[in-house]
């Protein structure tokens, strides 16, 4: 490292400790949900193969949820995979699959988040469906920050799922269609979602410069904040996380009153 590098550096820690030091905890985001994006674009930028992109990202992981743990957060969604993502080459999703599931082992085993997955089961290999057992299981009384894995998820696949467990238990009551039609309301979708019993996320953050959801919780995301990031994914650092916060503290939330 250059002394050109090293300077830039410590300009960089000394202003996040000024952001951090203005940051009002008391608006600070109680659910955070991050679309990490970027990883194979800053691979490319790096010289490097895609593959190596998202080991870089889901490097980042543990420590941004360091960063949580420092403030307020008490959840936080990873979107780690989406049911778009299916459609890429085998030599990528291979490599990409093993990579989230160590992710979600290093979670389980690290001792301080409960991980809660999140998305259609039933679309991921069956080793793949016994890790996120295995770490629910073993993290189910933890008191951190509840960790959702976003994993084979879609926020139209998510509302489609909903309805369809609210069919299958209205069946199972005896309830018929005419009586559920007539008692369907917003809380009832709710409890059927995948973050049943969890605050819908105040903040969305956003890598690598793309400003749109691309599906991500949209039931869940009506009244959601949302901080788009220029940076790509492996690159993001604290100071880029702390501005999201900051800037969401800034902003005055009406819930459309």
Same mark, same amino acid.
């Given at each position: 490292?250059?002394?050109?590098?090293?300077?830039?550096?410590?300009?960089?820690?000394?202003?996040?400790?000024?952001?951090?030091?203005?940051? @009002?905890?008391?608006?600070?985001?109680?659910?955070?949900?991050?679309?990490?994006?970027?990883?194979?674009?800053?691979?490319?930028?790096?010289?490097?193969?895609?593959?190596?992109?998202?080991?870089?990202?889901?490097?980042?992981?543990?420590?941004?949820?360091? +960063?949580?743990?420092?403030?307020?957060?008490?959840?936080?969604?990873? +979107?780690?995979?989406?049911?778009?993502?299916? @459609?890429?080459?085998?030599?990528?999703?291979?490599?990409?699959?093993?990579?989230? /599931?160590?992710?979600? $082992?290093?979670?389980?085993?690290?001792?301080?988040?409960?991980?809660?997955?999140?998305?259609?089961?039933?679309?991921?290999?069956?080793?793949?469906?016994?890790?996120?057992?295995?770490?629910?299981?073993?993290?189910?009384?933890?008191?951190?920050?509840?960790?959702?894995?976003?994993?084979?998820?879609?926020? $139209?696949?998510?509302?489609?799922?909903?309805?369809?467990?609210?069919?299958? /238990?209205?069946?199972?009551?005896?309830?018929?269609?005419?009586?559920?039609?007539?008692?369907? @309301?917003?809380?009832?979708?709710?409890?059927?979602?995948?973050?049943?019993?969890?605050?819908?996320?105040?903040?969305?953050?956003?890598?690598?410069? /793309?400003?749109?959801?691309?599906?991500?919780?949209? +039931?869940?995301?009506?009244?959601?904040?949302?901080?788009?990031?220029?940076?790509? +994914?492996?690159?993001? $650092?604290?100071? @880029?996380?702390?501005?999201?916060?900051?800037?969401?503290?800034?902003?005055?939330? $009406?819930?459309?009153?």
């Amino acid at each position: 490292m250059n002394l050109r590098d090293k300077l830039r550096g410590l300009l960089v820690r000394l202003y996040a400790r000024r952001v951090e030091g203005h940051l @009002d905890h008391a608006q600070v985001p109680k659910h955070i949900g991050v679309i990490m994006d970027g990883n194979r674009r800053w691979a490319k930028a790096s010289g490097s193969t895609t593959v190596h992109g998202h080991r870089a990202g889901a490097e980042k992981i543990e420590e941004f949820l360091g +960063w949580c743990s420092e403030t307020d957060v008490e959840v936080v969604t990873l +979107w780690l995979l989406s049911t778009d993502n299916f @459609d890429r080459p085998q030599d990528e999703l291979g490599p990409l699959l093993g990579i989230i /599931e160590d992710v979600v $082992r290093t979670l389980a085993t690290d001792g301080r988040w409960r991980v809660h997955h999140v998305g259609a089961m039933d679309l991921l290999p069956a080793g793949m469906q016994a890790t996120l057992k295995e770490a629910e299981e073993a993290t189910a009384h933890t008191k951190g920050i509840v960790v959702n894995v976003a994993i084979g998820y879609g926020g $139209r696949q998510e509302i489609a799922d909903a309805v369809r467990s609210m069919l299958a /238990e209205a069946h199972d009551k005896g309830v018929t269609m005419a009586d559920l039609a007539e008692s369907v @309301d917003i809380d009832m979708i709710g409890r059927h979602l995948y973050t049943s019993h969890q605050p819908d996320p105040d903040l969305v953050i956003r890598t690598s410069g /793309e400003q749109r959801l691309s599906g991500f919780m949209l +039931w869940q995301t009506a009244h959601s904040e949302y901080y788009f990031c220029d940076v790509y +994914w492996p690159a993001f $650092r604290k100071v @880029d996380f702390l501005r999201a916060l900051r800037d969401y503290a800034a902003r005055h939330r $009406r819930f459309g009153g």
